[in-house]
């Protein structure tokens, strides 16, 4: 049975230093156009890849958001079991904080954030984007997923035949949002009766 939550319940959304930072901003995007309410923490190396691959600074994501945090706020709400959520997203997901989550420390309010959502068994996605991947990284990625949360890789769907960086991009964000049963239009998966459109 899926969890309840208050309609009010916001979504978590982290934003951490790894590469794929076009994938929070479509994911963000995506969000505003429904009425899911978004929290939204972005760390100091998020943000630099932020500016790296989008032009963007973190400032600028807060239209997007209905609360947005500082990654040093860990005594924010977000970080409190007894505040309801729908779940909580880290996209992208650096290795470093894959490692602390895994090994469950929470020193920063994303991390200390996704400890609660682990322990009060809420949805947590983590979206890595690292090739090839090391040995530790594999077995913090099974710690993660023995904990419950889901790991979804930023692989491309080679099989949709998308075209562009940004059909790519609207893909992940939308399989993201899958696993939170929110609908999206932001590709068209595969039909039983053949090809994908």
């Known amino acids: 049975m899926p969890i309840q939550h208050p309609p009010e319940a916001p979504l978590v959304v982290g934003v951490t230093g790894a590469s794929g930072a076009p994938i929070a901003v479509a994911l963000l995007r995506a969000l505003s156009q429904t009425d899911v309410p978004v929290a939204l923490v972005v760390s100091d190396g998020g943000e630099a890849v932020l500016r790296a ?79 090839p991947l090391s040995l530790l990284m594999l077995r913090n990625l099974t710690l993660s997923a023995e904990a419950g949360a889901t790991v979804l890789m930023a692989a491309p769907p080679y099989y949709l035949k998308v075209a562009t960086v940004e059909g790519l991009v609207n893909y992940l964000a939308g399989k993201v949002l899958d696993v939170f049963g929110i609908p999206h239009q932001l590709y068209v998966g595969w039909k039983a009766d053949g090809p994908p459109e």
């Not at 650096?94 to 400890?115: E, M, Y």
Request: net charge negative.
């Open 53 to 131: 691959e989008c032009d963007l600074y973190a400032r600028d994501l807060t239209q997007y958001a209905d609360s947005v945090y500082d990654d040093g706020e860990v005594a924010a709400r977000i970080a409190s079991g007894s505040t309801p959520t729908r779940g909580m997203a880290v996209v992208p997901c650096s290795g470093n904080t894959l490692a602390k989550i895994a090994h469950g420390f929470a020193d920063t309010l994303i991390t200390r954030a996704a400890q609660v959502h682990l322990k009060e068994r809420r949805p947590l996605v983590l979206v890595p984007r690292e090739t």
